[in-house]
């Protein structure tokens, strides 16, 4: 069974910076594609960024150029550095697993609160 944490939110002052961290257990992760979704208060989850396994990256138009999605396959960890925070990033932010192989059904974290005071 995969299990993944999400640690690294907190409290942040607009203009301030965070960095998630999602670790995963099992053995799928190298072959996975990770991402990064958030949901506001009232509002449904949305993508923010993914990264497949060779390392190709995608953002959402909103955070392009403020956020940085890695991932580190020797420790099932996959990370996001979001800079330049504002008050339009606060959200729970989710992290998801999508295994190479259709079948298999994306794995969700339990999310982790990032909330950015104005």
């Known amino acids: 069974q995969v299990q993944l944490v999400e640690s690294g939110g907190g409290l942040v002052q607009s203009g301030g910076s965070l960095r998630l961290s999602c670790a995963a257990s099992?053995?799928?992760?190298?072959?996975?594609?990770m991402g990064w979704y958030r949901q506001a208060l009232g509002k449904e989850r949305a993508l923010v960024a993914t990264?497949?396994?060779?390392?190709?990256?995608f953002y959402t138009d909103s955070v392009k150029g403020r956020f940085t999605i890695s991932r580190d396959n020797a420790k099932n960890t996959v990370y996001l550095q979001m800079d330049s925070l504002n008050a339009e990033d606060t959200a729970v932010y989710y992290c998801?697993?999508?295994?190479?192989?259709?079948?298999?059904?994306?794995?969700w974290g339990q999310g982790t609160q990032v909330t950015v005071s104005s």
């Open positions: 099992g053995t799928m992760f190298a072959r996975s594609t």
């Open positions: 990264i497949d396994r060779g390392g190709n990256t």
């Open positions: 998801k697993m999508k295994d190479v192989l259709p079948w298999i059904e994306p794995y």
